[in-house]
């Protein structure tokens, strides 16, 4: 039987980069998009676009229609990364009710399986820089920040959903860089801004950065590989600030940061930094929550996936030099 993949998210940048794999090996591909989306980022693609809402049954519906010939993979990485401190509705709307309409319609059509993009952060951190492996249980409550617990919720009602007979498989990217964003990725702001002189000053701290390109490989790895019900981490290596920014410097040949902000400052000076960022339309990047994250425990764990999925990860460096690569048309239309 023909096999057919069903991605959300399809514009997003793992959707868009999944794709990418896809077509490169000749799959049947259906992706949803957002109706009205302008975004290049499927342009060349042999694929079917399917214009539809993930926080409508009805509107989702035409995505699953229609696939009762193939062996057909769902692959659900639709979501909004939000670092906001306000609490945003449409996060919960799309996180969690829109992962409950994936689900009832992966039942409905009796999907073979479902790969869930969950995220790092809907796993409980650990304290002391502990080592953070994967949890089979998820409660909102046990995280901190509005996405953080969309997802956890969200994870849960895709585990639960096993326990009803469908088959899932959950994957737990960190923070995802790289290229091929045409969104507003925070990763693509942070170079951007860095190249376009905008960022002056760091705080210290840290995270886990990985390749968007080996998520894509973890995640079609899991299709075949995954185990039912289990959940897997894909991350890379802790990356503190001052080295990413470094990294940054040297390929590009712009200057090193040299200017730390005291991390009580920022605090103070994150509500005015985030209405900055509101009124230039651009996704913050320097909130409190981004400043609670810099400085949380980002020592995960990517050994299951290693030992099961045959998970790898590249070099941040060959990330960055592809990233600065792919952004450049950005920069020289943003400078016209």
């Keep these: 039987m023909?096999?057919?993949?069903?991605?959300?998210?399809?514009?997003?940048?793992?959707?868009?980069?999944?794709?990418?794999?896809?077509?490169q090996q000749s799959e049947m591909v259906r992706g949803l998009v957002i109706p009205g989306d302008s975004s290049p980022a499927l342009d060349g693609l042999a694929l079917e676009i399917v214009p539809g809402d993930i926080c409508s049954l009805s509107g989702l519906?035409?995505?699953?229609?229609?696939?009762?010939?193939?062996?057909?993979?769902?692959?659900?990485?639709?979501?909004?990364?939000?670092?906001a401190t306000k609490f945003d509705p449409q996060v919960y709307a799309v996180n969690v009710q829109g992962t409950l309409n994936v689900i009832k319609l992966c039942q409905k059509y009796r999907i073979k399986r479902l790969i869930y993009i969950s995220s790092v952060h809907a796993i409980p951190e650990l304290p002391d820089n502990q080592v953070i492996q994967e949890v089979s249980h998820f409660d909102p409550d046990a995280v901190v920040g509005l996405y953080a617990k969309t997802k956890a919720e969200a994870t849960q009602l895709v585990l639960d959903s096993v326990m009803a007979g469908l088959d899932c498989v959950v994957i737990h990217p960190s923070g995802i860089g790289g290229p091929n964003d045409y969104g507003q990725g925070h990763f693509k702001q942070l170079v951007l801004d860095f190249l376009e002189g905008r960022l002056t000053a760091f705080i210290r701290g840290g995270y886990d950065f990985v390749d968007v390109r080996d998520v894509s490989k973890g995640v079609l790895a899991a299709v075949d590989r995954g185990r039912n019900g289990a959940c897997y981490i894909l991350s890379n290596r802790y990356v503190a600030v001052e080295e990413l920014l470094a990294l940054l410097a040297e390929i590009s040949g712009k200057k090193h940061l040299k200017t730390v902000l005291p991390r009580w400052f920022a605090l103070?000076?994150?509500?005015?930094?985030e209405r900055w960022y509101q009124l230039r339309k651009q996704k913050p990047l320097y909130t409190r929550y981004s400043l609670y994250t810099l400085g949380s425990n980002a020592n995960f764990s990517h050994q299951k996936a290693d030992d099961a999925l045959g998970y790898t990860t590249r070099e941040l460096r060959e990330t960055l030099q592809d990233t600065i690569a792919f952004l450049q048309p950005f920069q020289s239309k943003q400078a016209e």
Excluded at 3 to 20: E, Q, S, W
Excluded at 64 to 79: C, K, P, Q, S
């Design 268 to 273: 103070m000076t994150a509500p005015l930094a």
């Design 61 to 83: 519906e035409p995505l699953f229609a229609g696939t009762a010939d193939y062996e057909t993979i769902a692959i659900h990485t639709a979501g909004i990364v939000s670092i």
């Design 2 to 23: 023909k096999r057919l993949y069903l991605v959300t998210g399809a514009t997003g940048h793992l959707g868009n980069t999944i794709i990418r794999d896809l077509c």
